[in-house]
C-alpha cells in the first residue's frame, strides 16, 4: 500500500543525515559478514534462545513473520504522524520497506494452510507509536532492537543454516535500522552501537510482548550476550 510522506518541518542535518545513511548502508554491506560469528557464537540454550536444531522453516516463520508484518504497519501509523522532517520520513519508508520484504522472504517458508497475520499484540502498539518526531523515533529505536533480539533469539534453535543465515542477516539490518534511527533522534553513536548484542527485549513465540529480562534471569541464570564480529 503506497505510503504518502509526510510534509518536512524540520531543518535538516547534512551530518546527521549522513550517518543515518551510512548505518543503513553498513547494514547491507554487513549483514552477510556477521551471520558467520553470529551462528558460531549464540550459545543452545541460552536464556532467551530456542533450543538447538528445535525450529523448522515453518516454525521460524510463524514466529518472525507476523512481528514483521505487524512492524510494517507500526511503521505506517509512525509515518502518518505530523511534523516528520524529510530525512526522518526517507528513513521511515526504506525500513518499514525493508520490513515488508522481511516478512515476504520469512513467510514463503510457512506452508500452513491459514494465511500468516500480524502479531496482534504487536501491532496494537501501533496506537502509541507516538505524536512527534522525537516519541516516534524512540518507540521505533525500540521496535527495531526488539526485532533483531528476536531474530538472535531464534538463532540456536533453527534447524537449516540457509535460514538461520537469514535470520542473521534480518537482525543485522534491524540492529543498524535501530542505530540509524537513534542518529536520527541526535543520540550518542557510541551508546548506539555496544559492542555486544543480546537477546533482551526479544518478542517470545507465544506473544509479541517483550520477555522479561527479570523473569527469564531467574528461570535460566542470565540473558544471552553475543560478542559482535570485529569487537
Do not use: C
Amino acid at each position: 500500500m503506497p505510503i504518502d510522506k509526510p510534509e518536512a518541518t524540520a531543518t535538516d542535518n547534512p551530518r546527521r543525515s549522513f550517518l543515518a545513511r551510512a548505518a543503513v548502508g553498513g547494514a547491507l554491506v554487513t549483514a552477510g559478514s556477521i551471520a558467520g560469528p553470529l551462528l558460531r557464537t549464540v550459545p543452545a540454550g541460552a536464556q532467551g534462545t530456542a533450543e538447538a536444531g528445535s525450529l523448522d522453516d515453518g516454525d521460524y516463520a510463524t514466529w518472525l513473520a507476523p512481528l514483521e508484518l505487524a512492524a510494517v504497519q507500526i511503521y505506517s501509523a509512525a509515518l502518518a504522524v505530523d511534523g516528520l522532517s524529510a530525512d526522518v520520513s526517507d528513513a521511515l519508508n526504506q525500513f518499514q520497506a525493508n520490513h515488508q520484504s522481511a516478512a515476504d522472504t520469512i513467510g514463503a517458508m510457512y506452508s500452513g494452510d491459514t494465511p500468516l497475520d500480524e502479531d496482534p499484540t504487536l501491532l496494537a502498539t501501533a496506537s502509541s507509536v507516538g505524536s512527534d518526531q522525537a516519541a516516534v523515533l524512540a518507540s521505533l529505536t525500540d521496535l527495531e532492537n526488539n526485532l533483531a533480539a528476536t531474530h538472535l533469539s531464534a538463532l540456536a534453535g533453527i534447524a537449516d543454516p540457509i535460514t538461520a543465515k537469514t535470520a542473521a542477516q534480518v537482525l543485522a539490518v534491524e540492529g543498524q535500522q535501530a542505530v540509524a534511527l537513534g542518529l536520527l533522534a541526535d543520540a550518542d553513536l557510541a551508546a548506539l552501537t555496544p559492542a555486544s548484542v543480546t537477546t533482551d527485549g526479544a518478542y517470545p513465540k507465544s506473544s509479541a510482548v517483550p520477555a522479561s529480562t527479570t523473569s527469564t534471569t531467574a528461570a535460566a541464570g542470565g540473558s544471552t550476550t553475543t560478542e559482535e564480529a570485529g569487537n
